[in-house]
């Protein structure tokens, strides 16, 4: 059984960071890839980012390159989201996920809205 828990979602203004962190509940929680999704109103869910389970590569979509940065504990299980300079853009519900062998299992979601 996987249990994922996000929080840190605000209302924050342009230019601004944000920290989200995902508690996740889990057996062998090292083993697997993590990554955090979002979707935004009217869109599809996209990947936002992706951290494996060895050596810890990451991946970005192009859209935040340079502005998050994914990681993870797996001691703690838990995996972050560092949004530093976000933009209006950014906003949007953020789901962490774990990718399962056969599944990908998301949390309930934690939103996230940049506004002035």
């Known amino acids: 059984q996987v249990q994922l828990v996000e929080s840190g979602g605000a209302l924050v203004q342009p230019g601004g960071s944000l920290r989200l962190s995902c508690a996740a509940s889990v057996d062998r929680f090292g083993s697997y890839p993590m990554a955090w999704y979002r979707q935004a109103p009217g869109k599809e869910r996209e990947l936002v980012a992706r951290?494996?389970?060895?050596?810890?590569?990451?991946n970005y979509a192009d859209s935040v390159k340079g502005r998050f940065t994914i990681s993870r504990d797996n001691d703690k299980q838990t995996v972050s989201l560092q949004m530093n300079d976000l933009k209006l853009t950014d906003t949007a519900v953020y789901y962490c996920?774990?990718?399962?062998?056969?599944?990908?299992?998301y949390g309930q979601g934690t939103q996230v809205t940049v506004s002035s």
């Open positions: 996920a774990l990718i399962g062998w056969h599944n990908t299992y």
């Open positions: 951290i494996d389970n060895f050596f810890e590569s990451t």
